[in-house]
C-alpha cells in the first residue's frame, strides 16, 4: 500500500498545482456525467455526484459548465455517451500500470494510449495482464492533525476496512468500494474534511526502481495522468524522494 500511498500524494500536490484547467475540467465533466448517468441527478441521494460537483468547484469550473454536465448524464442534453475502459499495461522497470479511462470513443482511445506506452518505455497489456496484481478500494486521506480517535471511531463505523498513517505523515482509509459512499457520508456527518478521496486500485506489492529509469517511468505515469480521456492512474511504483525531485526538475 505504501508504493500506492506515495503515488497518490503526487497527484494530489499535482493537482494543487494544475493550470491546465481546460483538460481538468474536461475531466471533471466526465465524472459529472457519469455519476448522474448512474445514480441520477438528485444530490440529496447521489453522493458520487455531490462529490464530483464538489471537485469541479474547487478548481472553479463555471456553474453553466457543471450543470450541462449533469444534464448530459441524466440524457436530457445529449452527450452523455461514454464508455468506461481498463487499460493495462507496464512501465519502465516492469511497473505495472492500470489506466481508467472515460471516453466517447474508444478507436481514438486506444491506439492513443499505445502510443504513450510504448514511446515512454512500456507495453500496453492484454485484459487482466496487471489488474490481478491491484485491490479495487475506496481510498481517503486526511492531514496529519486529524484526531485519530476520532477518525478512527467515524471510519469503522462508516464501512472503512482499514486506518493507518500514510508516507507523506497523514491518514490513509480504505473501504470496500461498494462503502465508499457510506463512509464519505460519515465523514461528511462528522465535519471530517478528507484531503484527497476516490474509488482507486490499490497494489498488493510495489516495485522498487531508481535513476533515470524511475525518471523514465514517472514520466509515462505523468503523461497518462494527463490524457484528456484518463480518470485515474495506479501503479505498484515505489521510488524515493530523490528520484521524485529529479523528475519535477527535469
Known amino acids: ?52 460537483i464538489d471537485d469541479a468547484k474547487a478548481v472553479s469550473m463555471p456553474k453553466d459548465n457543471i450543470e450541462r454536465a449533469v444534464k448530459r448524464g441524466t440524457g436530457e442534453l445529449d452527450g452523455g455517451n461514454l464508455e468506461e475502459i481498463l487499460y493495462e499495461g507496464y512501465g519502465p522497470g516492469g511497473v505495472a500500470i492500470l489506466c481508467d479511462v472515460l471516453t466517447d470513443n474508444r478507436n481514438r482511445t486506444a491506439p492513443e494510449m499505445r502510443v504513450l506506452f510504448e514511446r515512454n518505455g512500456g507495453n500496453l497489456g492484454t485484459i487482466n495482464s496487471v489488474a490481478y496484481l491491484f485491490d479495487r478500494k475506496g481510498l481517503v486521506l486526511f492531514a496529519a492533525e486529524t484526531d485519530e480517535e476520532r477518525l478512527t471511531e467515524v471510519a469503522l463505523e462508516g464501512g472503512a476496512d ?29 465535519q471530517l474534511q478528507p484531503e484527497l478521496s476516490e474509488v482507486t486500485r490499490l497494489p498488493q506489492t510495489t516495485v522498487e526502481v531508481e535513476g533515470s529509469v524511475a525518471q523514465q517511468a514517472m514520466r509515462l505515469l505523468d503523461l497518462l495522468d494527463e490524457h484528456d480521456d484518463v480518470q485515474s492512474v495506479s501503479t505498484n511504483l515505489s521510488i524515493t524522494d530523490d528520484a521524485v525531485g529529479d523528475e519535477a526538475d527535469g
Not at 34 to 50: F, M, S
Open 1 to 52: 500500500m505504501a508504493g500506492h500511498s506515495h503515488w497518490a500524494g503526487i497527484k494530489h500536490k499535482k493537482a494543487l498545482v494544475d493550470n491546465k484547467r481546460g483538460k481538468l475540467w474536461s475531466r471533471l465533466s466526465k465524472a459529472i456525467i457519469v455519476a448522474a448517468k448512474l445514480g441520477g441527478g438528485d444530490l440529496d441521494t447521489n453522493i458520487r455526484l455531490r462529490k464530483a
Open 162 to 190: 482499514d486506518i493507518q498513517r500514510s508516507d507523506s505523515g497523514g491518514w490513509e482509509v480504505t473501504c470496500p468500494p461498494e462503502s465508499f459512499s457510506d463512509l464519505l457520508a460519515a465523514f461528511e456527518a462528522a
